[in-house]
T-cell receptor, first 118, second 110 residues
Framework: GAVVSQHPSRVICKSGTSVKIECRSL??????MFWYRQFPKQSLMLMAT?????????EQGVEKDKFLINHASLTLSTLTVTSAHPEDSSFYIC??????????????FGNGTRLTVT | EDQVTQSPEALRLQEGESSSLNCSYT??????LFWYRQDPGKGPEFLFT???AGEEKEKERLKATLTKKESFLHITAPKPEDSATYLC???????????FGKGTMLLVSP
């Protein structure tokens, strides 16, 4: 149980183009999903909290116009990197909490998306 | 601001050589401390949640313990398949998000 699926696993795009990453909760409903970014040998850094049916909450320093988040259903959140540049190259990971009744139940993560911007 | 520091950054063990990983934390009211395992190019895989000092959890060769300032992940008689990066994260009261440490990269040689 508690499976989070993320797609694509790898994407290479040219500078200036946009890339969409999908995150799905396969066997549970997720009113909240979290998007993280991870650089090599660094910790996971929270980018934004995605709330179903409402606007996402972005962490300080994360450009909301560059990283567009949509959470249109209880099982799907998308992250769109707009006008991507080489410095956006990173490992993006989504997560969701399966226990809706438990505020501190564990987060379950997708397998991440390796974005390379050339 | 919540802080999580993991040590060592990297650890190399021989198969069967037991050891411990450390996670020191500073948090304004601990709601939960989480251990994850991350394989290269993959997302973190949940291992344990600890909620209060003195609590212990076990799973196969892994045992996690918690005090008011730190958590340990003990690995007993590790095998090569235990090689991975182990991440520690904390959740503080009033927040739904986690703060992660940088992880300990464990390599177990046969």
């Amino acid at each position: 149980g508690a499976v989070v699926s993320q797609h694509p696993s790898r994407v290479i795009c040219k500078s200036g183009t946009s890339v969409k990453i999908e995150c799905r909760s396969l066997d549970f409903q997720a009113t909240t999903m979290f998007w993280y970014r991870q650089f090599p040998k660094q910790s996971l850094m929270l980018m934004a909290t995605s709330n179903e049916g409402s606007k996402a909450t972005y962490e300080q320093g994360v450009e909301k116009d560059k990283f567009l988040i949509n959470h249109a259903s209880l099982t799907l959140s998308t992250l769109t990197v707009t006008s991507a540049h080489p410095e956006d190259s990173s490992f993006y990971i989504c997560s969701a909490r399966s226990g809706t009744s438990s505020y501190n139940s564990p987060l379950h993560f997708g397998n991440g998306t390796r974005l390379t911007v050339t | 601001e919540d802080q999580v520091t993991q040590s060592p950054e990297a650890l190399r063990l021989q198969e069967g050589e037991s050891s411990s990983l450390n996670c020191s934390y500073t948090v304004s009211g601990l709601r939960g401390l989480f251990w994850y395992r991350q394989d290269p190019g993959k997302g973190p895989e949940f291992l344990f949640t600890l909620y209060s000092a003195g609590e212990e959890k076990e799973k196969e060769r892994l045992k996690a313990t918690l005090t008011k300032k730190e958590s340990f992940l003990h690995i007993t008689a590790p095998k090569p398949e235990d090689s991975a990066t182990y991440l520690c994260a904390v959740q503080s009261s009033g927040y739904s998000t986690l703060t992660f440490g940088k992880g300990t990269m464990l390599l177990v040689s046969p």
